[in-house]
């Protein structure tokens, strides 16, 4: 481009070529903003979502959460709360990483909202409920414990409930944090948020004491070693709503990297279920996993009671969440005992390899874990035996902490996919499918494996707490009374020791050690060469 004139050159204010980059960033940054606010004015129309308008058409206002087009700016919010004239729209619940906020809305609100080009939804913030109605022999999460040493150590489960006990004798010390998202009743004055996770059911203790119980009171839990974060998303009614479960779903995610949690717990679903993905009509839930996910956290939930082959509660019928359904912990013969669940159905001839016909099931359903009967903690120091998808899924979550033990660097995508690999299947007559039942045992196995596989350091990796004879090693071989593997960081080889016994020394292990050290001197040379 050619110099301007002299007599422009020299008016106040212009800075000659300096100018020509700040011009081009304005004007690049200009383009970009107009085409980023055509983009918005493009999408604009926001999805309505079903039951909305017609609640807000049949009483003065409607419980709704709205959903933000991504990517989304702390501004997007600001700028739909100026369009709107007071008493429109009621804000109940504001999100720091999820891209919603909940609220109530008049019609007048409604059409304002689904005008705006930020807004993707408007959905119905949907009421819900805790799924409620010798596990760890069924899943053998005993054996994986004995055999591989692990408990669940290291790992924070956030079970978000009817809060928890935590003077009880099987939880107490468990507990990390604590937190409440309850409209209108979070102890102890009734606000919205609290800090107190108190459990004024039941629920919730008896989920905690399941993945984490001490075993003073109540069956040991599955990963007694594993920690809680013990968030109340319930009334002392035990009714919640969607927006809670989001509130506390976007803690979790504020808090993941600082408490050390991997793993989410939800045994609660809607009241209303959904046939196949429900991510389009639940977006708040559906956002909120998937930013989880992408952390590294998985959440499990219960996929519900109401004894469906084709639908799931919400957020178990969401792509992002592993929704579990129940078995049962052993041979029961009928149950129930008499009559019928509250599904309208009975098994005949339950046992472990029996999915409970109460259990929501369908394309959406992810693993089957025991749910029927079984007991746990309940609060005041008490014990109960509980049944249903809010028992199954807990010990999914507590299954997880177990692998995340073995080996921390798995991300939420091989967790799931390594419970559902090594799982057992269990037929579904009624719905013509067929669902992974957990094998805590042959995961921690699998889990074991690929760990020694991807070891770098060299260092002696026991993959059991003992062995009688090499045939009694499922991987490396038996030294010193230790199934052992050791991996050459540059070679990928596997130095084994060989025929050694429960009553051998530690020999055959030094041995090991020994052809190790003299294999990675030549492959990388003397210390003093380096």
Not at 273 to 297: I, S
Not at 505 to 511: C, G, I, Y
């Amino acid at each position: 481009m050619r110099d301007p004139p002299a007599a422009t050159r020299t008016r106040p204010g212009y800075s000659g070529r300096r100018m020509r980059p700040l011009a081009r960033v304005i004007t690049a940054l200009l383009v970009q903003a107009a085409g980023f606010s055509s983009a918005r004015a493009e999408a604009a129309g926001a999805r309505l979502l079903p039951g909305v308008r017609q609640a807000v058409e049949s009483r003065p206002a409607a419980d709704i959460i709205v959903v933000f087009r991504e990517p989304w700016a702390s501004g997007d919010e600001a700028q739909l709360l100026w369009s709107l004239s007071s008493g429109e729209f009621e804000v109940r619940r504001r999100y720091s990483r999820v891209p919603a906020l909940a609220g109530r809305v008049m019609l007048s609100g409604l059409e304002r909202l689904l005008s705006r080009p930020e807004v993707a939804a408007v959905q119905l913030d949907h009421p819900g409920r805790p799924m409620t109605s010798e596990s760890a022999v069924a899943m053998r999460a005993d054996s994986a414990r004995a055999a591989f040493g692990v408990s669940g150590r290291g790992t924070v489960v956030a079970v978000l409930d009817t809060g928890v006990d935590l003077a009880h004798p099987d939880i107490a010390g468990s507990v990390v944090a604590q937190k409440c998202f309850a409209l209108g009743a979070c102890p102890p004055a009734g606000a919205d948020t609290g800090e107190l996770a108190t459990d004024e059911d039941s629920h919730g203790t008896h989920v905690a004491g399941t993945i984490t119980g001490s075993g003073k009171a109540a069956p040991r839990g599955i990963a007694p070693d594993a920690r809680i974060a013990a968030v109340r998303v319930f009334d002392s009614n035990s009714v919640g709503r969607v927006s809670d479960w989001v509130a506390a779903l976007d803690w979790v995610l504020a808090q993941r990297a600082a408490l050390g949690i991997r793993v989410v717990n939800m045994s609660l679903g809607t009241d209303s279920t959904f046939p196949g993905n429900c991510d389009e009509v639940q977006p708040a839930l559906a956002a909120a996993a998937r930013k989880l996910r992408a952390e590294g956290v998985l959440i499990f939930a219960a996929s519900g009671n109401d004894g469906s082959t084709s639908e799931l509660s919400a957020p178990a019928c969401n792509s992002e969440v592993v929704a579990v359904g129940a078995t049962y912990d052993s041979s029961l013969g009928r149950e129930p005992d008499t009559g019928t669940y509250q599904a309208g159905c009975f098994d005949a001839a339950a046992d472990a390899g029996t999915l409970a016909c109460l259990t929501n099931r369908g394309p959406m359903l992810d693993l089957l874990a025991p749910g029927s009967r079984i007991r746990a903690a309940v609060p005041g120091g008490g014990v109960a035996e509980k049944r249903g998808t809010s028992q199954a899924a807990p010990h999914a979550s507590a299954a997880s902490a177990l692998l995340l033990e073995a080996d921390p660097r798995l991300s939420a995508d091989e967790l799931e996919s390594t419970l559902k690999a090594t799982g057992v299947p269990v037929a579904d007559p009624a719905g013509g499918r067929s669902y992974p039942s957990i094998d805590a045992y042959v995961a921690l196995a699998s889990v074991r494996e690929g760990y020694c596989g991807r070891r770098e350091d060299g260092a002696q990796c026991l993959l059991s707490s003992g062995c009688v004879a090499d045939g009694g090693c499922a991987m490396g071989q038996c030294a010193g009374g230790v199934c052992a593997t050791l991996v050459p960081a540059a070679t990928g080889a596997y130095p084994r020791a060989s025929g050694c016994s429960s009553s051998s020394s530690a020999a055959p292990l030094l041995l090991v050690l020994a052809l190790f050290l003299l294999r990675r001197r030549r492959v990388f040379g003397s210390p003093s060469s380096t």
